[in-house]
């Protein structure tokens, strides 16, 4: 791409910032951890739009002792021109005029990346003070921004202390920006090391080539992230831990006029599809039209290939979509302009040329690619793997209308276990799936039975990750939870026919009950996912201790707790440690785990679903060895384990 010259002038001006304060919401969602979190990626957005566009290769991001954060990169530099009608350097107007910058001027940015869009003043406007740095023409500038109370305690937001100054000189070009998100916005929050690491981690695989560094000065840990294969990296990444069929992911990158296209694929041995895909750095986890382009010219080309090349005999049906997409991770990157995002969560790409675009280009490349004799062994591979994917399909449809059958001539069985509600409110209805007979006997007798149903499970449920439909279908207790639910499973499902608002599982404080609660949830992950994603699945949080004394008690839920909840209670104390459900009496259990006035419940989210995507796999996939060390190094049974953390927020 031609190199455009930047001036200040260029810098088009659409709105003040005074109402950012006043409403943080509509800017950055929300003010909790995920705006506070935001603010960040702003400023990160825009170091990345500059390298980019080809200025540089490294973003560093520092958190700061004191709270605050670092972001900086290598690049040119914001400009440091007056702009000639604001009479203001570039930096500041950057910093303190909302949506300023190249970004709305197209001939200057080609695909710009960031959520909104909003750019860094929002950062400023949300901050306590925000210094700036910029190292260009040989020289070293600085500008630092304040948020203030005047003396009728009205605040204003992100106004320079002074006019940016030049401060020295630099053989070296770029940006640094340090902010302190404002405690009057957000309350005490801090930054996540942990999401931090794994966003870094993310933009890394999506921005080929891109350098970028994490550290804690608080705990002195550091993260570099670096890939030259980009997302044909990230398809290795993802697959970590499950048998890949070929090594090396199929990969092409194409652009055309509308956008910039880039897509991996690689094949495991197991009977799942994993679609990612990005838009402009986001992950699009609702799909869209750039996934619908992609799959139909997919399943085109294969089955062309498939025709062509005789593995498809002339009276033979073609193979579905859904054949060729199992065992299949594809990560799909889009950069494109004027993105319109839909759907529940905004993360559905709404642009109808996105689709036709994808397509053309997909068909294009993955044409050519398999054209290419050195990747034929692969194209048969995969072939194979999806003939043999219809036929299990047959079969499992046989054994479908077969369980069906049987489901209705087992119904009374299922009766006996489930315990159900006398209402039919689904809207206030609750499900627990309650671990082992004696537990589910005392959530019998000390439920509400108006709206509380309970379905008590023997054995553990098979393991969901590993096994074909057909096989999981074939389990007693998948089969009661699929009745009892009543909404089909996999393509089937169908939300509107769930008879209970909340889902909610009941399991042991120890590694049993982790096991059956990671099973359960890799079940309804696979196979029921807009039970998570709309919300309905809940984890029930029963109490660890009781500390009691002759007419006084107090539950304690966690470790932590237990030293505050010993002074409370106070002299001559007794401590009962549960060591499982089944130690509760009815009316235990009731008022500590099932009483809505009273209980904790964790809802479970997929909150990123690339690593919850790796986390099934590494808790409930072939290697054992991994899942041996990632449930020692993270399993804490004091409430905190990660499969809850990763998934999941508190109620
Ligand atoms: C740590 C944050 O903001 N880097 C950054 C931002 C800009 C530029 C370079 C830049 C862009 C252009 C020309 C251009 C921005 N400039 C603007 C604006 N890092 C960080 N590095 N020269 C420098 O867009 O053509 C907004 S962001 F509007 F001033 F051009």
Redesign the pocket.
């Known amino acids: 791409m031609a190199e ?1 010259n ?1 001036e ?1 002038k260029d ?1 088009v001006v659409l709105e003040g910032l005074d109402a950012v304060r006043l409403r943080p919401g509509m800017y950055i969602g929300t003010t909790s951890a995920r705006g506070f979190h935001h603010i960040l990626w702003e ?1 990160v957005d ?2 990345i ?2 390298i980019s566009n080809g ?1 540089g290769d490294t973003i560093k991001i520092v958190l700061n002792e004191d709270g605050s954060a670092t ?3 290598n ?5 440091v021109d007056m702009h000639p009608t604001l009479k203001k350097s ?1 930096v500041e ?2 910093y303190t005029t909302l949506h ?3 970004k709305f001027n197209n001939e ?2 080609k695909f710009s990346g960031g959520l909104h869009g909003v750019g ?1 003043s929002v950062t400023n406007a949300l901050s306590k003070w925000c210094k700036v740095t910029v190292c260009k023409n040989g020289k070293k500038y600085f500008i630092e921004f304040h948020s203030y109370e005047d003396e009728n305690g009205k605040i204003h937001s992100g106004v320079p202390v002074a006019p940016l100054k030049e401060i020295g000189t630099s053989e070296e070009t770029g ?3 340090t902010f302190m998100p404002d405690e009057r916005v957000f309350g005490e929050q801090k930054f996540s090391l942990e999401a931090i690491v794994r966003r870094a981690r993310e933009l890394a695989f999506l921005n080929k080539g891109l350098r970028i560094e994490v550290y804690d000065k608080l705990t002195g840990e550091d993260y570099k992230f670096h890939y030259e294969g980009g997302i044909a990296d990230f398809a290795l990444y993802l697959v970590e831990g499950k048998t890949a069929l070929f090594k090396e992911p199929l990969y092409f990158s194409a652009e055309s006029k509308v956008l910039l296209l880039e897509v991996s694929i690689i094949y495991t041995d197991s009977y799942t599809e994993n679609t990612f895909s990005f838009v402009n750095n986001i992950p699009t986890t609702e799909g869209g039209m750039h996934e619908t382009g992609f799959k139909s010219a997919f399943t085109k080309v294969f089955n062309d290939y498939a025709r062509a090349n005789g593995f498809l005999k002339e009276k033979e049906q073609n193979l579905l979509g859904e054949d060729f997409r199992e065992g299949l991770t594809t990560i799909i990157n889009v950069k494109m302009n004027n993105v319109q995002f839909e759907g529940q969560t905004k993360t559905k790409l709404g642009n109808i040329e996105a689709k036709t675009e994808v397509e053309n280009l997909t068909l294009r490349e993955l044409t050519r690619i398999l054209d290419d004799k050195k990747n034929s062994a692969i194209a048969e591979i995969i072939i194979n793997k999806a003939k043999q994917a219809a036929k299990v399909r047959l079969a499992a449809k046989k054994a479908k209308e077969l369980t069906r059958a049987k489901a209705n001539a087992e119904n009374f069985n299922l009766v006996g276990k489930l315990a159900s509600c006398s209402s039919r409110n689904r809207e206030k209805n609750e499900l627990f799936i309650v671990e082992g007979d004696s537990a589910g006997g005392s959530a019998k007798q000390g439920r509400d039975r108006s709206f509380q149903a309970i379905l008590p499970l023997r054995g553990k449920p098979l393991n969901a990750e590993k096994k074909r439909v057909d096989q999981v279908l074939a389990n007693e207790e998948i089969r009661t939870i699929i009745s009892a639910l009543d909404t089909g499973f996999g393509e089937d499902f169908d939300l509107d026919s769930l008879k209970y608002n909340k889902v909610i599982i009941l399991s042991d404080a120890d590694q049993d009950g982790a096991h059956i609660r990671a099973i359960l949830l890799t079940f309804f992950f696979r196979y029921m996912r807009p039970l998570i994603t709309d919300g309905h699945v809940f984890i029930g949080l029963p109490p660890l201790y009781k500390v009691y004394k002759k007419d006084y008690e107090k539950y304690v839920y966690s470790d932590a707790e237990l030293p505050s909840a010993v002074k409370a209670v106070g002299k001559g104390y007794m401590i009962q440690r549960y060591k499982g459900l089944g130690e509760m009496n009815p009316e235990q259990l009731w008022e500590t785990t099932m009483d809505p006035e009273k209980r904790t419940l964790v809802q479970v989210t997929i909150e990123d679903a690339t690593e919850a995507e790796k986390l099934i796999t590494t808790l409930m996939g072939d290697a054992i060895d991994d899942r041996k060390a990632y449930i020692n190094e993270h399993a804490n049974f004091d409430r905190e384990d990660t499969f809850m953390k990763d998934y999941s927020k508190v109620q």
């Not at 690049?75 to 400009?79: D, S, V």
């Open positions: 455009k930047y200040s810098i400023i825009n170091a739009d500059e200025y972001v900086s990169d690049g040119r530099g914001i400009p570039g107007v950057v300023a910058g190249g200057n940015y860094a940006t640094s920006v």
